[in-house]
Structure formats: structure tokens, C-alpha cells
């Protein structure tokens, strides 16, 4: 029985015919109850979501991060660098980090 769901899954994705109810069922996310709606759900942004600040700390230091709203990054003052937030999904690779200090030497020049 699973198997013939999956076969018509797999034919509904081809494209071959319209997808039966049973597939459309398991195509559509979860909460969304027609394709309409989730046409509707992929127009709108996707923004982060401060509540999962709880969650994710920095792949490096693991530490807390701060939430930037106006530049939409995550942000670890500790070492100095912002992880980007795509699509409302944080991008917690350390190399797509940017700085946000400026390094050592200017810092101290400046200071002095």
C-alpha cells in the first residue's frame, strides 16, 4: 500500500498527471490546506524568528548570538562577526561571516 503512494507521488512530481488527493496531501507543507495557500505563503518574505535566538549559538564560540533586525544578521560581539539571515534561514557558516570590528591594529591606533 505505502509503495503505491509513493509511486503516485513520484508521478505527480514528474508532472505525468495532476496529483491524486493522497499526493497533494503529502506535497503540500505542513499547516497549508491548498496550493493556493502555499502560492500565496512562498510571495511572502520570510523574516527570522527572534524565539529561536534560544537555540542557535555561534558555530565557533559557541555563544549566544544577538539579532540584528536593521541588518538582519546574528550577531556574536564576543568575536566580532555577523552571520547573514537568507529567506529567514541563518547562514552559520564561518566563512560567510563578515567582521564587524575593524581589525586589532586600526582599533588600538585609533584609540591612542
Excluded at 497549508?32 to 542557535?56: C, G, I, N
Amino acid at each position: 500500500m505505502l509503495s503505491a503512494v509513493y509511486r503516485k507521488l513520484a508521478l505527480a512530481l514528474r508532472g505525468t498527471r495532476p496529483p491524486s488527493a493522497v499526493a497533494r496531501g503529502y506535497l503540500l507543507a505542513p499547516g497549508v490546506r491548498s496550493f493556493a495557500d502555499e502560492s500565496k505563503r512562498a510571495e511572502e518574505p520570510r523574516t527570522f524568528h527572534p524565539a529561536l535566538l534560544k537555540f542557535l549559538v555561534c558555530p565557533l564560540s559557541k555563544k549566544p548570538l544577538r539579532y540584528e533586525a536593521s541588518t538582519n544578521e546574528l550577531i556574536n560581539d564576543e568575536l566580532g562577526i555577523a552571520y547573514p539571515i537568507i529567506d529567514g534561514i541563518p547562514n552559520m557558516i564561518p566563512q560567510a561571516a563578515r567582521t564587524t570590528r575593524q581589525n586589532k591594529k586600526q582599533e588600538e591606533v585609533e584609540q591612542h
